[in-house]
């Protein structure tokens, strides 16, 4: 939790979006942004007051009923004018997101490009969705029509700042709600780079609201909010539960994408290239700061030694550095508080289990909340390094002897976000997808995520699913009419 502190002149203030107004707040409640690769303050957001989430909420609501009256056809053209821009901007967008997230530009771009894409599929979406006719067995016409659920209060967390508000807010506007999107504390300033180009896209005032601020304050604020119907949140298990309590009070719709612990699983018979790579690429892309990190790596016994040494080899070659130099495949974590948060659980790990690299803060980097890419093997399942989601560049890699002591392990975690299995034998890779208890497995890769195909995760990981026409179901109902055609009385009296 970053401390509000009062507004200076010299770093540009970023109004919130409320009701299609630009919203500066009030100038003694402020969040400062930080770009994490210099510990510089490189802008200011409102820390927004209960009566300004209040005012978020009302927009909402008033321009529901016009918004979810809108064509599908409508609503589909404005999700495709959002995308034209994302891509028509995505060099500024890229840039604002590396550094205030400290990802690396190259991967910020992607993301840019995958935000575009996400309001492009729903776009189309928004004119797929259909109703039902209902075969009941009487001389009636039964049907189910979608309706949308009303006002979404969406929160989200920094580690894919406008992918994440993407996920959330392109779902919902296709399927007819209005929404009030708080994007973290500490990444705020795409999602406002975005709410300045609406009204020119279409957007009607009130469809889209942007607030900023912290999540214990004008977070709660907001799912408490008797005027909203809705929660979609993204996040950790721990603010998850807070959240799910909240609904319970009002009965609202939850979906909550929790974190995870994920299996990262490579059997003696893999592609050994492609295993190490995919190793590495799913513990240490984004710093380790994804939800579905492959930060348990569970190696066959086979192959274990040779399979740390190669992995430890070629991960001395990940280049940390500056979040918008090219060349860069490690940036800062995101703010102090992950960084501790990290170098904490490294030293937890040095007790636990053995160090093959890493262990602590980078060394050469003058500023900066820059980790060592780290790898502790030997891990025993049990020690909290192979137990706890650590959200930044951590690998706990641990043996395993054949499949039967694999699914074990690998299924031994409350989270059941993702899952990764590397194996040429066909047989055995599907065995294994059908054995592991979680939302997402990926045979022989880990990460690739797809717009078309749907996420979110098994057991505290949480429930619901986003992408693909999942994402939309979460802003729909679901509407029985019956229609009698018998042109006579019921006949029971
Ligand atoms: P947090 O749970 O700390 O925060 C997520 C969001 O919730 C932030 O906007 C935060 O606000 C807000 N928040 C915090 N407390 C409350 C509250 N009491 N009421 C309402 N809102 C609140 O997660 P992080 O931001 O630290 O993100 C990392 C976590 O997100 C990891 O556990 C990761 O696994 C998970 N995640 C899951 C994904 C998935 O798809 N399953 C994808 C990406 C991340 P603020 O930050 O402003 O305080």
Redo the contacts with the bound molecule.
């Keep these: 939790?970053a401390v509000a502190r009062s507004v200076g002149k010299s770093v540009g203030a970023r109004p919130m979006w409320i009701g299609g107004k630009r919203v500066v707040g009030s100038k003694d409640r402020v969040v400062d942004v930080l770009d994490p690769s210099t510990e510089e303050v490189i802008a200011r957001v409102p820390d927004a007051t209960p009566k300004e989430v209040g005012a978020a909420v009302a927009a909402a609501r008033a321009a529901f009923p016009a918004w979810a009256a809108t064509t599908p056809q409508e609503r589909g053209r404005v999700l495709f004018r959002i995308a034209e821009k994302v891509r028509a901007e995505a060099a500024i967008l890229a840039e604002t997101e590396s550094r205030n997230s400290g990802k690396p530009i190259v991967e910020a771009e992607f993301d840019i490009n995958d935000v575009a894409t996400c309001f492009e599929y729903y776009g189309g979406l928004a004119t797929k969705v259909t109703g039902h006719v209902n075969p009941v067995p009487d001389n009636a016409l039964s049907l189910s029509l979608k309706e949308p659920v009303g006002v979404a209060a969406q929160?989200?967390?920094?580690?894919?700042p406008l992918l994440?508000a993407a996920w959330k807010l392109a779902p919902a506007l296709a399927a007819g709600c209005t929404c009030v999107l708080?994007?973290?504390?500490?990444t705020p300033l795409t999602a406002l780079m975005l709410a300045d180009w609406l009204p020119g896209l279409g957007v009607p005032d009130g469809v889209v609201n942007i607030i900023t601020?912290?999540?214990?304050t004008?977070?709660?604020a907001?799912?408490n909010h008797p005027e909203v119907d809705k929660i979609a949140?993204?996040?950790?298990?721990?603010?998850?539960k807070?959240?799910l309590r909240?609904a319970a009070e009002q009965i609202k719709r939850v979906t909550l994408?929790?974190?995870?612990k994920s299996p990262n699983i490579f059997f003696a018979d893999a592609d050994f290239e492609a295993a190490i790579d995919g190793a590495l690429f799913g513990v240490f892309i984004n710093q380790g700061?994804?939800?579905?990190a492959g930060s348990r790596v569970l190696v066959q016994r086979k192959i274990y030694k040779h399979f740390v040494e190669a992995m430890t080899e070629k991960a001395k070659r990940i280049k940390l550095g500056p979040p918008l130099a090219r060349a860069t495949k490690m940036g800062p974590l995101v703010s102090k508080e992950?960084y501790d948060r990290v170098l904490g659980y490294q030293a937890i790990g040095k007790k636990e289990a053995k160090v093959a690299i890493g262990g602590g803060k980078a060394t050469g980097m003058k500023k900066g909340y820059y980790v060592e890419p780290t790898i502790f093997y030997d891990v025993p399942n049990s020690a909290r390094i192979a137990r706890e989601?650590i959200?930044g560049p951590v690998a706990s890699v641990i043996p395993f002897d054949d499949e039967k002591d694999a699914i074990a392990i690998a299924n031994d975690t409350p989270y059941g976000?993702a899952a990764a299995v590397w194996s040429r034998d066909i047989y055995k890779a599907l065995r294994m997808v059908k054995a592991l208890r979680c939302g997402i497995v990926w045979v022989n890769h880990m990460q690739p995520t797809y717009v078309e195909a749907p996420?979110?995760?098994y057991k505290q990981?949480?429930f619901g699913r986003?992408l693909g026409p999942w994402g939309i179901e979460e802003y729909l109902e679901t509407k029985q009419v019956h229609i009698n055609l018998n042109e006579a009385p019921i006949g029971w009296y």
Excluded: D, H, R
Aim: glycine share 20%; with cysteine.
């Design positions: 939790m929160i989200i967390p920094w580690n894919y994440m708080k994007p973290a504390e500490q601020g912290f999540g214990e004008t977070g709660a907001l799912v949140f993204t996040g950790s298990a721990a603010v998850g807070i959240i909240a994408e929790l974190g995870g700061e994804v939800c579905s992950q989601e959200f976000l996420w979110g995760g990981s949480g986003e």
